[in-house]
């Protein structure tokens, strides 16, 4: 049943707790959707509704035309893939990716389980049981579990969490290939920000039951439209400031004293009071009295340095007392500014975007990576 996954004004209440809150998405037939967000932020209830795990207070399910909201998990077609896989111990590999077929009885197991087992890489694993496999290879068995199947949409559950770094990058390499491969939906449920950008078509950002903004992932990245999607997705400097004039098709900024330049079409507000926001990577950090840094200018004094081989990150003081980070790409490790070095920050108006006035600068924060 290849189709268009559905949520309209889909709701879970526990109690007085609205753990998940009139949510519309729709995710396309053959996509990699990633919700993502903080723990608590509602994205697992949401795949639990869909996989039939748990009754929505509110709303529905649609598959194409057909609904599934009041569907037992048992007649719905998709399949879930957890983050402790839910392997028998007790079966070879074979075994436990026929299970399903031979539940129902299909024909032909062998030669499904064969060709499954050579999607995911692990043809010559048959024989051996999960309690033999690595980490990696026991989430590839799980897949294969679930894909053979043939469900309409896939739904991963922090899949990779039990993996180490280097392990987890590269299975989000091989869930992408297989996903490709078989063509089937995948919804993938994380708190990681670089497994939602490096595998999802779309990413939807979830905080507090409601989706903040949902989009490719590098236009939810370059462009956020709140304070939570900024700090979470990556990290941000965010400035407040006064809107005092406009440029062409750019707004100046004042903050503290300081004028910077913003895409008109990048604020949401265009007189007033206004959030400025900037990535740390767009940042270029020099000496003092260069005259070749970008429009978007501001001394600083350097606070903390930490050099982690592709880049050194810097936190560094403004000049009204706040902290900024900026990261440097390390062309030459020995030029390292060090704690209290006055530096001059500089960055392209393009990279600037624009928040609402009101905006928490602090939201999501506590879920984001430290600066340093």
């Not at 609904?67 to 111990?89: E, G, K, M, S």
Request: glycine residues 8%; contains cysteine; negative net charge.
């Amino acid at each position: 049943m290849a189709a268009d996954l559905n949520l309209q004004r889909l709701t879970r209440e526990f109690g007085e707790h609205t753990a998940v809150d009139h949510i519309d998405l729709i995710v396309p037939q053959g996509t990699f959707f990633a919700l993502l967000g903080p723990s608590g932020c509602g994205k697992t209830t949401t795949l639990r509704m869909v996989a039939g795990l748990e009754e929505p207070t509110s709303g529905h399910i649609r598959l194409g035309d057909r609904d599934i909201t009041d569907l037992p998990a048992y007649r719905r077609p998709v399949n879930t893939v957890f983050q402790n896989y839910a392997l028998f111990p007790h079966l070879d590999v074979f075994d436990n990716v026929a299970f399903g077929l031979k539940r129902r009885k299909v024909a032909d197991v062998k030669k499904k389980v064969s060709e499954m087992l050579e999607l995911v890489e692990l043809g010559k694993m048959a024989d051996r049981k999960p309690g033999q496999l690595s980490g990696g290879q026991q989430q590839r068995v799980a897949v294969a579990r679930a894909l053979i199947n043939e469900p309409a949409v896939l739904l991963l559950d922090e899949p990779l969490g039990a993996l180490d770094l280097k392990l987890r990058r590269q299975m989000q390499i091989e869930l992408k290939r297989i996903q490709i491969e078989v063509g089937t939906t995948f919804v993938h449920v994380t708190h990681d920000q670089e497994e939602a950008m490096s595998m999802a078509d779309t990413v939807a950002v979830m905080n507090l039951g409601k989706i903040e903004q949902m989009g490719d992932p590098i236009s939810v990245y370059e462009h956020p439209k709140t304070a939570f999607v900024a700090n979470f997705l990556g990290q941000a400097n965010l400035l407040k400031g006064d809107i005092v004039g406009e440029e062409n098709d750019h707004l100046v900024v004042d903050v503290h004293g300081v004028k910077f330049s913003v895409p008109r079409s990048e604020a949401p507000v265009h007189d007033g009071r206004i959030v400025i926001g900037v990535r740390p990577e767009k940042i270029t950090v020099v000496d003092p009295g260069v005259t070749t840094l970008p429009k978007n200018q501001v001394a600083a004094t350097v606070i903390d340095s930490s050099f982690i081989g592709v880049s050194t990150q810097y936190l560094v003081e403004s000049p009204w007392g706040q902290p900024m980070i900026a990261f440097e790409q390390n062309r030459d490790p020995t030029d390292v500014a060090r704690p209290g070095d006055p530096v001059l920050l500089g960055w392209e108006p393009r990279h600037t975007f624009g928040l609402d006035p009101d905006e928490d600068l602090k939201a999501g924060l506590q879920e984001s990576v430290p600066a340093l």
